[in-house]
């Protein structure tokens, strides 16, 4: 099963909000991955962290590793109608040599006009 | 187009019937995943390659579904005896494994096969 937890589960903004979602685990990684997924697609990687406290942005996106290494953080700014879909949290399974990747349970954003 | 390509998009069948699906990876790629996605959920790894070799199969995978990469290049993934359970998307994905500890082995995925068994 899953073992990252995202929230909220959806969301529902006005376009022209910010938006936030955090995900977290109960165990530490060294990477934590951001994907989005549009309906009938598959995921598209957003953002990569790699340390602890790492801040960094992608346009108007930006994610955060957690200190703890436990969580992680996406906002949104400034939301338009492309940035609907399901957001998509990801770790790297250790050790290094599978890297299979392990996804969170998703947000989904609905932005409205 | 030089991302990963999956065919078919869509396949619909029988329960009991064989399915077959293709992955062509993104060409410099030597590794290759597959990963099951149902609805409402986050995509569950199934297996993956690196050139010609599958390293790792998850428990998801019963001995109906079987994978293969002959030539290190495109994959097909072949379920048998198709079940109702069966029913979800597909997707495959590729990476190149990078050089340090710290492996930045970023996954491209494909659009994926969405399988309906009636």
């Known amino acids: 099963g899953q073992q990252l937890n995202q929230s909220p589960q959806s969301m529902f903004i006005q376009e022209g909000e910010d938006v936030s979602m955090n995900c977290t685990s109960s165990?530490?990684?060294?990477?934590w991955l951001w994907y989005k997924q549009d309906p009938g697609e598959g995921p598209v990687l957003l953002i990569a962290l790699y340390k602890a406290g790492e801040l960094t942005s992608n346009g108007r996106l930006t994610a955060q590793f957690g200190i703890t290494r436990k969580d992680s953080f996406l906002n949104i700014s400034a939301s338009i109608p492309s940035d609907v879909g399901i957001y998509f949290c990801?770790?790297?399974?250790?050790?290094?040599?599978?890297?299979?990747?392990?996804f969170g349970t998703g947000t989904r954003l609905q932005v409205f006009p | 187009d030089t991302g990963v390509s999956q065919n078919p998009r869509h396949k619909i069948t029988k329960r009991g019937q064989n399915v077959t699906f293709r992955c062509d990876p993104i060409s410099e790629h030597n590794r290759l995943y597959w990963y099951r996605q149902t609805l409402g959920q986050g995509p569950e790894f199934l297996t993956y390659f690196q050139n010609e070799a599958q390293l790792e199969k998850s428990r998801l995978l019963s001995d109906r579904f079987s994978a293969e990469r002959p030539k290190g290049s495109f994959s097909t993934l072949e379920i048998q005896r198709t079940e109702q359970g069966d029913s979800a998307m597909y997707l495959c994905?590729?990476?190149?494994?990078?050089?340090?500890?710290?492996?930045?082995?970023?996954?491209?995925f494909g659009a994926g096969t969405r399988l309906s068994v009636l």
């Open positions: 994905a590729s990476s190149v494994p990078g050089q340090s500890a710290l492996a930045k082995n970023i996954q491209y």
């Open positions: 990801a770790r790297l399974l250790l050790p290094y040599n599978t890297d299979k990747l392990i």
């Open positions: 165990s530490i990684f060294n990477t």
